[in-house]
């Protein structure tokens, strides 16, 4: 296919995942919240809650933002970037500051909230942090992490950067507030903390994981420190009973960057209303009115009818991919990955071939090395001249000379060894298993170790400092000019090129 072609169909293929999206998001809208009820007991309380997803307090991606770059149901400001698949609060740039908040006001007594992201730097210190809110109002922009000062509510603050200079960073700080306290920057919050614990959670192999629960006026953090990717791996940050908040508030994610930056993203923010066992949940907020559903319905139909257009029209101009799926024009991640692989194992018999190669011409000048000596000791025998080297020398140089060749022979049959796996492993394709590959892949990095233990063996035994074997000195090179002729060239040469600049 030509450049046009391919794109056209990439234009097809993405009209046909923004209908999947509108379909998504009209279905979203039919039938309101997604139930998430557990009975009580099933995690090994009797007065486990019943759970409720709010999807109004909640974004996940992918489709995370929309083709306007907002967030449904959710307002971004500051420095905030909104993506398909995340919401970078801030970049790592000097001086950043960025949040997200819900636009519609929360009003349920109990809740939990799960919230993944990931705090990511170059540097050995990041700053400034991260901080999750439920408070009374929007705290748009600020300097507490990037939010308003003096909020009425609660914050859990991820605190990157050690202001007080007390070694107790990164660290996780809990700190309520009634509208009327100003943060202490310059302690970390130590001093306003009601719950703190130390965790480090920059530049992990996975998404942080925190779980922020607040039932019966009882707050608890839980935290997944991002070193395995089970998800239901949490442990306990911080508990604080007695805990008064707002019944009515705004959820929000902030982020600030100081002298110091990181990458500050969040992956999803989910929300769960909890209700306790034997009351009756809240009842649904009431359905979309009946004009709101004609506009959805008619956007989607007529967007429908565009992309139908444009399939027929392509089809018209490309009847040779009629009927022939969009998919398989393109590679799959799975055949992707196999396509490394081979090329990955292909370099490696490359490699090994070339050094099977030079391990032949290794072995066969030393060869060449045992057959001189023991020729010339056949001669010393025969000619029996004092002041030769003595014959147990001679017999031991000879039983080394033997022992390096027994050695190479043993290094090439493991080269040949590895040769024969890679060329098996080549053949089979995808007939063999995972597990056969990497078993395969195992025996060949075996016996590549056991040849280099081999060869430093061999350079350790036979490299002595104190005899060194001289190599015989080349014969000299027959000088091709003479000192004459070289003068005389070189006279002529300047003769006729000052004559060529006076010409000039």
């Known amino acids: 296919f030509n450049y046009t072609h391919r794109n056209r169909m990439m234009a097809v293929s993405i009209g046909e995942r923004q209908a999947a999206a509108a379909c998504l998001l009209i279905f979203s809208l039919f039938f309101h919240a997604t139930y998430a009820d557990i009975p009580a ?57 960025g949040s997200v908040w819900t636009k519609n006001k929360m009003n349920f007594a109990n809740w939990e909230a799960e919230v993944t992201f990931r705090v990511s730097g170059r540097g050995r210190m990041g700053a400034d942090g991260l901080a999750i809110w439920f408070t009374s109002g929007q705290g748009l922009e600020g300097p507490v992490y990037g939010a ?11 605190d990157s950067f050690d202001n007080d200079g007390k070694k107790n960073n990164p660290a996780i700080i809990v700190v ?19 719950a703190t614990c130390l965790r480090d959670f920059r530049n992990k192999p996975y998404p942080i994981r925190a779980k922020v629960t607040y039932y019966k006026k009882s707050l608890t953090v839980m935290i997944n420190n991002g070193f395995t990717p089970d998800r239901n791996d949490y442990e306990l940050c911080a508990k604080i009973d007695n805990m008064v908040i707002p019944y009515e508030g705004y959820f929000g994610i902030s982020a600030a960057t100081g002298g110091v930056a990181d990458d500050h993203d969040v ?5 769960f209303s909890l209700t306790e066992p034997g009351q009756q949940p809240p009842p649904p907020e009431a359905e979309i009115p009946t004009e709101e559903k004609e506009k959805y319905r008619a956007e989607f139909e007529n967007f429908q009818q565009e992309l139908d257009k444009k399939k027929e029209a392509f089809q018209k101009e490309h009847p040779d991919v009629q009927g022939e799926p969009v998919e398989e024009l393109y590679e799959s991640v799975n055949d992707r990955e196999i396509r490394q692989i081979f090329e990955g194992q292909s370099q490696i018999h490359l490699e090994i071939k070339q050094l099977h190669r030079q391990l032949a011409v290794i072995l066969d000048e030393q060869r060449r090395y045992v057959t001189v000596v023991s020729d010339e000791i056949i001669k010393q025998g025969a000619q029996g001249q004092p002041g030769q080297v003595p014959g147990k020398d001679l017999d031991m140089i000879i039983n080394t000379q033997q022992e390096v060749l027994r050695t190479l022979n043993e290094l090439r049959n493991s080269f040949a060894e590895s040769l024969r796996q890679v060329g098996s ?66 006279v002529i040469q300047s003769i006729l090129f000052i004559g060529y600049v006076i010409y000039r």
């Open 41 to 97: 007991g099933a995690v090994g309380s009797t007065d486990a809650p019943h759970r409720r997803f709010e999807y109004k307090y909640s974004f996940k991606g992918p489709h995370l933002a929309q083709s306007d770059g907002t967030i449904p149901f959710w307002v971004h400001t500051g420095n905030a970037i909104p993506s398909s698949d995340q919401i970078r609060i801030t970049t790592s740039l000097k001086s950043q500051r």
């Open 425 to 490: 492993l080549q053949h089979q394709g995808n007939a063999a298993g995972t597990y056969e590959t990497v078993q395969h892949i195992n025996d060949i990095k075996e016996h590549l170790h056991i040849v280099k233990r081999n060869v430093e063996h061999l350079i350790q035994r036979n490299v002595n400092p104190s005899e060194k074997v001289k190599c015989p000195e080349l014969p000299p090179m027959p000088s091709c000019l003479s000192t004459v002729h070289f003068v005389v060239f070189m």
């Open 267 to 271: 992956l999803s923010f989910l929300l």
């Open 176 to 194: 309520g507030n009634n509208g009327k306290l100003i943060y202490d920057h310059q302690n970390d919050g130590s001093t306003q903390a009601l």
């Open 148 to 158: 308003a000062d003096s909020w009425n509510g609660v914050g859990i603050f991820f």
